[in-house]
T-cell receptor, first 113, second 116 residues
Framework: AQSVSQHNHHVILSEAASLELGCNYS??????LFWYVQYPGQHLQLLLK??????LVKGIKGFEAEFIKSKFSFNLRKPSVQWSDTAEYFC???????????FGQGTELSVKP | EAQVTQNPRYLITVTGKKLTVTCSQN?????MSWYRQDPGLGLRQIYY???????DKGDVPEGYKVSRKEKRNFPLILESPSPNQTSLYFC???????????????FGSGTRLTVV
C-alpha cells in the first residue's frame, strides 16, 4: 500500500534560517505530489503541487519543492523562514489517476522571532 | 467566494446517536472527499467521490457512510458513532483535469466531533 513519510515531526528554527522538510513516499508508479500548510486553528491550504515536467516546483510564499524520482522524495524548501511560517506542513501523494490522496503525518514548524 | 462549507463546526454527541456532517462546495468541482485528522497520524482519507453517484472508500471507511446525490453536496454520515470517531474532520473538493486527475484540493474549515 502507498505510504508517505515525513521524518521530521517538529522543527524549530530561528527567523532567516533555511528550511528543508523531508517527504518520502512508497508508491512505485506515476504520482502527483502536494505540500499543504495548516496554520494554527485553520484548514489546510495548498502550497504547491507537482504533476509532471520540471521537477523543481515553486509555490506560494517563497516555498519550493524538488521531486527526485530515484529517491521517491519531494522535499520542501524555503531559503529564509519568517515567524509567520510557523505552522504544520503536510506532504501528500496520489496515484496519477485516481482519487486516493495519502497524507504524511505532518511536520510542525516553529519559527522563533 | 469560492469555498467549501462544512457544518457544524463543533459537535458533541453520545455513542450510538446517528449524525450527519454536511459539506457543500460552490466551485462546480467533480471531486469531493472526507478526511479525519488525528494527532500524530496526519490526515486519513475516509471516502471520496469522483462525480455524482460515484463514491469510493479511502483508507479508513469503517463506521462512516457518504452519498453524492448532487454535485455540490457530499454529506458524511455516522450511523452509530463511537468514541474512537472523536476527531477533526475535513471535507475537500477539487476539479478534475485530463485523465481524471484532481488538480488541487480546497479544504473546508473543519468539524470537531466529540463522541462521549
Amino acid at each position: 500500500a502507498q505510504s508517505v513519510s515525513q521524518h521530521n515531526h517538529h522543527v524549530i528554527l530561528s527567523e532567516a534560517a533555511s528550511l528543508e522538510l523531508g517527504c518520502n513516499y512508497s508508491y512505485g508508479g506515476t504520482v502527483n505530489l502536494f505540500w499543504y500548510v495548516q496554520y494554527p486553528g485553520q484548514h489546510l491550504q495548498l502550497l504547491l503541487k507537482y504533476f509532471s515536467g520540471d521537477p523543481l516546483v515553486k509555490g506560494i510564499k517563497g516555498f519550493e519543492a524538488e521531486f527526485i524520482k530515484s529517491k521517491f522524495s519531494f522535499n520542501l524548501r524555503k531559503p529564509s523562514v519568517q515567524w509567520s511560517d510557523t505552522a504544520e506542513y503536510f506532504c501528500a501523494v496520489s496515484e496519477h489517476q485516481g482519487g486516493k490522496l495519502i497524507f504524511g503525518q505532518g511536520t510542525e514548524l516553529s519559527v522563533k522571532p | 467566494e469560492a469555498q467549501v462549507t462544512q457544518n457544524p463546526r463543533y459537535l458533541i454527541t453520545v455513542t450510538g446517536k446517528k449524525l450527519t456532517v454536511t459539506c457543500s462546495q460552490n466551485m462546480n468541482h467533480e471531486y469531493m472527499s472526507w478526511y479525519r485528522q488525528d494527532p500524530g497520524l496526519g490526515l486519513r482519507q475516509i471516502y471520496y467521490s469522483m462525480n455524482v453517484e460515484v463514491t469510493d472508500k479511502g483508507d479508513v471507511p469503517e463506521g462512516y457512510k457518504v452519498s453524492r446525490k448532487e454535485k455540490r453536496n457530499f454529506p458524511l454520515i455516522l450511523e452509530s458513532p463511537s468514541p474512537n470517531q472523536t476527531s477533526l474532520y475535513f471535507c475537500a473538493s477539487s476539479s478534475l483535469g485530463g485523465d481524471a486527475i484532481p488538480y488541487g484540493y480546497t479544504f473546508g474549515s473543519g468539524t470537531r466531533l466529540t463522541v462521549v
